[in-house]
């Protein structure tokens, strides 16, 4: 397997950065999709690669603020659906890669594959090019909920998939799974997790369904003629996921993310819940180098046409205060099973946040929606299904200078699908 790495070139105290591509295009959009993404052929898919080897050329000698040069350690390929690129510009995007930006030895490779690419010869390629993650967004394995969800993979070609990528001899393989569709019940649930488990992938994402006013089934919502899943039975398909998925050996360890063991965990994703900085690159991507966080273009003829004029493509961009990193930190630590740390919020922040809400503690402890032990502070089961709302009643209230605002931006529920 090719190694990507600069190391040569690698100062031992550089902060150790994600790096994510956003490849947009899909063969079809999903109806509940709300991603940047649009339906593109081959020219146009190899012009993007040619735009984004200018922007890879764009953060030559890149240093973060606060931080001077910056070492990646994971790779990230999202999108829309990598798998769509010729392994040809794959090799281009990695080649530009390592020709520009300072990698670790062993950087992380994972990409994101729809399982109607998923063959021999593309595994084999992806192998060969250093892809270390395959991450399966296979959805469902009920024919029905497929057409629902508008995918374009039989329930076979998603079993067939992961075998194939299973065998292929990747360091991990993880399947994207969504529950929460409308009229889905316990028993089409139990049936999807229970396939996917069978097939033995490494890692399993069950991502909730979201209708986004801008998408069809957002349209159809507003029309009446789609219903969202009431939130009672939402909650109730929740927490069977993480029943069943911990009993076959998958325990949580975030809301959404199940690994059959650690070293499965997704290094890349990990970086967003722990305010490690990332560099996203390609339209809608997000950036963050601890401070500031800043965002791509995301209509792809925009962000091309910045990139050709020699700019980095951002649209826009926030500083986050003090109180935004520390209400961030705090939501986004307690949709992991790790919890929050206090010890080292209070030495981030200056601010003991269990003296200053020790009867919203009390009260979350004894109903059962969070535990206060070994000076962690951590979600029960209960609590990761109302993880969002947790954070909330949270007082920061003499910490930092400037008011809390929202971050709504700044907290994606689907951050480690980038945005
Ligand atoms: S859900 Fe995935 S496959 Fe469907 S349009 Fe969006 S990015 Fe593409």
């Avoid at 910056?70 to 281009?92: A, E, H, N």
């Avoid at 069943?244 to 890349?268: C, D």
């Avoid at 946040?353 to 929606?369: S, W």
């Amino acid at each position: 397997m090719p190694s990507l790495s600069t190391e040569a070139n690698r100062q031992s105290d550089v902060p150790l950065a994600g790096l994510y591509i956003h490849v947009p295009f899909c063969s079809a959009i999903c109806p509940y999709c709300d991603f940047a993404v649009l339906v593109g052929g081959h020219e146009q898919r190899r012009h993007f690669v040619d735009s984004l080897l200018l922007e890879i050329a764009l953060y030559a000698d890149l240093e973060l603020s606060g931080l001077g040069p910056v070492c990646f350690d994971t790779i990230y390929l999202g999108g829309g659906t990598p798998s769509m690129l010729t392994p040809d510009d794959l090799g281009r995007i990695f080649d530009a890669l390592r020709r520009t930006v300072d990698l670790t030895a062993d950087a992380k490779i994972s990409l994101e594959a729809n399982p109607e690419d998923v063959t021999s010869a593309s595994l084999q390629a992806w192998r060969r090019l250093g892809v270390a993650t395959l991450s399966l967004g296979v959805q469902s394995f009920d024919g029905d909920e497929l057409r629902v969800l508008g995918r374009r993979h039989s329930p076979e070609d998603a079993i067939r998939s992961i075998k194939q990528a299973v065998a292929a001899g990747f360091d991990s393989v993880s399947v994207d799974l969504i529950f929460g569709l409308p009229d889905q019940d316990t028993s089409t649930l139990r049936r999807n997790l229970e396939q996917a488990v069978a097939l033995a992938p490494d890692h399993i994402s069950s991502y909730e369904l979201e209708i986004h006013p801008r998408t069809t089934f957002g349209k159809q919502h507003a029309r009446g003629e789609l219903h969202e899943l009431p939130e009672g039975q939402q909650a109730e398909l929740f927490l069977l996921t993480h029943r069943v998925l911990a009993e076959a050996g998958y325990p949580a360890y975030e809301v959404s993310n199940f690994a059959r063991h650690p070293r499965y965990r997704s290094q890349h994703n990990q970086k967003y819940w722990r305010h490690v900085p990332y560099v996203g690159l390609g339209p809608s991507a997000h950036s963050f180098d601890g401070q500031q966080r800043w965002w791509n273009e995301r209509h792809l003829a925009k962000w091309q046409r910045q990139i050709e004029a020699g700019h980095r493509p951002v649209a826009g961009r926030e500083r986050l205060s003090t109180q935004d990193l520390a209400l961030e930190t705090l939501m986004l630590s307690l949709r992991t099973v790790a919890g929050l740390d206090l010890s080292s919020f209070e030495a981030r922040f200056d601010f003991d946040l269990v003296a200053h809400n020790r009867a919203l503690v009390e009260q979350l402890d004894r109903e059962g929606l969070l535990r206060l032990h070994d000076n962690l502070l951590a979600p029960t089961l209960e609590g990761f299904a109302v993880a969002d709302g947790l954070a909330a009643g949270f007082s920061l209230q003499g910490l930092g200078r400037q008011a809390v605002r929202s971050t709504s931006r700044s907290i994606d529920k689907r951050l480690d699908r980038q945005v």
